[in-house]
């Protein structure tokens, strides 16, 4: 009787069965052996030489004859794997037999992504079905139990990307085909893999808007872009702007400059996004003790016209750092969050801002430190 097909799986998680029963159920135990098993399929198709599988299994030890310990830990596992044609040997070298009976989920993801990607210009319609497949296999990073291991990286790196030029394609389909329930869904999917990918929240805020959530897909932009400020201190594409312009023309309002396309100067962010990075900032400054003060400056009517508020949010992006933020809180009113600066430092801040103004406006600054919440809100 032939033994049932060896069935591997790498992606996200690690488990190796016949039929109904597991055989890594004792991984921890057997350390090394799956180790050997772990390097042998991410190489597989290759004949690696003794030394070199010596060195990974032992690399810091000194073995009276690692040769016979390699040739003992080779039978173990193939004892376990309960066919020994799946480790085949060749003049002082060892590798995965690729002829023989198994399933490893990181082929069958990497056919199906192929397969797809071919068939987006002959049938878009199959190529979902496939990529939707393919992707679903697609359970986090490849042998994520290793994640410190150097020959794992690179192969790692590999099919992430292999797995994001797919999502994205697929996105693209999704989005021809007017499904954007599916195309929400492998959107938020992939957040769980790649959360500050702008391109899948472009997607995600479009799959939205034509839902005519407009409501959320304004939350999700605001949403993203504090995430994409807060970790990667990145601003949002000029896509993600423009979509985010859209929304507000949609919902009525007409400052749609609230985004600055340029990614020179300080940040310049709605009311929404301001308040995740005020909470965001004081939370670091009680964690770290660094300073982050937030200014207020409003202009007196009548000089706060809306050619006055252009002119002053322009000059407050240009005279303030990248890491600074400003927001145009009101008809009248400007916060800014400045990090890194003594408070002296600040009020040569807002000097400057205050010099670089036209001879009739009139400014009034008021300070106020993170540790007083109540201060954004007045």
């Known amino acids: ?157 590999y099919y992430r990307r292999i797995y994001l030029d797919g999502v994205l394609e697929l996105c693209g389909l999704l989005k021809n085909a007017h499904r954007y329930q599916e195309l929400r869904k492998i959107c938020t999917d992939s957040f769980l893999v790649e959360p500050f990918c702008q391109e899948l929240h472009e997607y995600y805020i479009d799959a939205l808007a034509a839902e005519g959530k407009t409501s959320q897909a304004q939350h999700h932009y605001e949403y993203a872009s504090s995430l994409l400020y807060r970790e990667c201190g990145i601003q949002p594409s000029l896509k993600m702007r423009e979509l985010y312009r859209q929304l507000k023309q949609a919902h009525g309002y007409a400052d749609t400059n609230l985004l600055q396309p340029e990614a020179r100067g300080a940040l310049v962010c709605t009311p929404g996004v301001f308040r995740a990075l005020y909470e965001l900032e004081n939370r ?60 002296t430092q600040a009020g040569k801040v807002i000097d400057r801002i205050k010099n670089s103004l036209l001879p009739g406006d009139i400014v009034y600054p008021r300070y106020a430190d993170l540790s007083s919440p109540s201060s954004v809100d007045r």
Not at 122 to 132: L, P
Not at 299 to 304: D, M, T, V, Y
């Open 284 to 343: 670091r400054q009680e964690r770290k003790g660094q300073p982050v003060f937030l200014e207020c400056l409003t202009i007196a009517p009548p000089n706060c016209s809306p050619e006055a508020m252009d002119e002053l949010q322009e000059s407050l992006r240009n005279n303030l750092r990248k890491g600074d933020v400003v927001c145009r809180w009101s008809e009248n009113q400007f916060f800014l969050l400045l990090a890194g600066l003594e408070r």
């Open 1 to 157: 009787m032939q033994p049932q097909q060896l069935e591997v799986f790498t992606l996200g998680r690690f488990l190796v069965k016949r039929g109904s029963k597991v055989l890594s159920e004792e991984f921890g135990r057997s350390h090394r052996l799956w180790t050997l098993f772990n390097y042998l399929i991410t190489h597989r198709g290759k004949m690696i030489p003794a030394e070199v599988l010596i060195e990974t299994l032992w690399p810091e030890e000194e073995l009276a004859n690692p040769k016979s310990a390699l040739r003992s830990i080779i039978y173990r596992l193939r004892r376990l794997l309960e066919n020994s044609t799946n480790i085949i040997a060749s003049q002082g070298a060892y590798g995965l037999n690729v002829n023989g009976d198994y399933w490893l989920d990181v082929e069958i993801f990497q056919r199906l992504c192929q397969e797809s990607h071919q068939l987006a210009d002959i049938d878009q319609t199959e190529a979902i079905n496939t990529y939707q497949q393919g992707l679903a296999l697609y359970q986090g990073d490849y042998l994520a139990h290793c994640p410190y291991e150097e020959w794992t990286m690179v192969v790692r790196d």
